[in-house]
T-cell receptor
Framework: DTGVSQDPRHKITKRGQNVTFRCDPI?????LYWYRQTLGQGPEFLTYFQNEAQLEKSRLLSDRFSAERPKGSFSTLEIQRTEQGDSAMYLC???FGQGDEDEQFFGPGTRLTVL | SQQGEEDPQALSIQEGENATMNCSYKTSINNLQWYRQNSGRGLVHLILIRSNEREKHSGRLRVTLDTSKKSSSLLITASRAADTASYFC????????????????FGKGTHLIIQP
């Protein structure tokens, strides 16, 4: 399977704990995006990378959130001191990052539940 | 905040009928995209229409875009049970017109149910 993969698919944690998610994009894609989706809502943009550079961060990305893409390939999203409001589906997407028709391919997501 | 608003929020039709969903947005865009999401396959890209295009077709899908009204519609013809899913419009904002982040901005979606 050469699509976007995410790990883990599900994560249950207690409030105050730190969690880290991983995303492996499609190998030739330069851009990698993180989104968050809560029940009944559409995905909300968090941040994106062009190769290893983090170019944009949403206001939704509080100081407890940090994302990295150290070698321009896979990316990690860490949430420190989790809160119940962090419970959501975290989606990763990747794209070539060129032109006006830059289709984003989404992974299956990591569902986070904070107890 | 979410830029797009889909209408209706939910739609239930008989198999074989056509389904039409609408999307409105607020700021200038480079392009508008439609995605489908169901529990089995996650978010799947359906079709992209650029800001200088008015209509686009892909199989049973027809998308229109009216930039003067800041609205788009998605028509699914001859619906099938497998079309049951949530459908989202997503805009790629025009940063040079004061748009926001470079990620897509999604609406809340239309939940489509196809009755067999």
């Amino acid at each position: 399977d050469t699509g976007v993969s995410q790990d883990p698919r599900h994560k249950i944690t207690k409030r105050g704990q730190n969690v880290t998610f991983r995303c492996d994009p499609i190998s030739e894609h330069n851009r990698l995006y993180w989104y968050r989706q809560t029940l009944g809502q559409g995905p909300e943009f968090l941040t994106y990378f062009q190769n290893e550079a983090q170019l944009e961060k949403s206001r939704l990305l509080s100081d407890r959130f940090s994302a990295e893409r150290p070698k321009g390939s896979f990316s990690t999203l860490e949430i420190q001191r989790t809160e119940q409001g962090d419970s959501a589906m975290y989606l990763c997407a990747s794209s070539f990052g060129q032109g006006d028709e830059d289709e984003q391919f989404f992974g299956p997501g990591t569902r986070l539940t904070v107890l | 905040s979410q830029q797009g608003e889909e209408d209706p929020q939910a739609l239930s039709i008989q198999e074989g009928e056509n389904a039409t969903m609408n999307c409105s947005y607020k700021t200038s865009i480079n392009n508008l995209q439609w995605y489908r999401q169901n529990s089995g396959r996650g978010l799947v890209h359906l079709i992209l229409i650029r800001s200088n295009e008015r209509e686009k077709h892909s199989g049973r899908l027809r998308v229109t875009l009216d930039t003067s009204k800041k609205s788009s519609s998605l028509l699914i013809t001859a619906s099938r049970a497998a079309d049951t899913a949530s459908y989202f419009c997503a805009t790629d904002l025009d940063l040079y017109s004061g748009g926001g982040a470079d990620g897509l901005t999604f609406g809340k979606g239309t939940h489509l149910i196809i009755q067999p």
